[in-house]
């Protein structure tokens, strides 16, 4: 009889059992399925390579003495969570950039001889000023 008793038992606390789970899972809400963007994908969608493809091209780096692909590429590396590069970085290129236009700048406009040090002296001066305070000193 004992058995009979424990298998009613069991039977019953069965039953239960599944008509709760039944209408727990039934009535609960669906939580929508959370996508999660890694650094990677943020870090394209912050630095789109379509950005560089006119300075970085073949043609354009032939025809321009300057490091603005470098520059630009840098840049856009310093962008998301999985940074590759850091300001200082970019700036070091930026800076080597304006020093070489500036060289140009002065090359092209003073002219330096031997006896003409006093005027290329001069008209560096004036180009000095300009870049450094902004003023062309008029």
Known sequence: MEWIIAAIAFLVGAGTGTGITFNVMKNKKETPDIVVETG???GEKLADIDL???PCSLEYIEKNSDLLCRELFCRMQQRGIDAQTSAADCSGISNM??????IEI???HCQITQESTDEYNK???RFNRILTTSKSGQ
């Open 40 to 42: 990677t994908k943020v």
């Open 52 to 54: 560089v493809k006119i």
């Open 97 to 102: 950039n304006n020093s070489i236009k500036f």
């Open 106 to 108: 002065v090359t092209e």
């Open 123 to 125: 008209c560096f001066d």
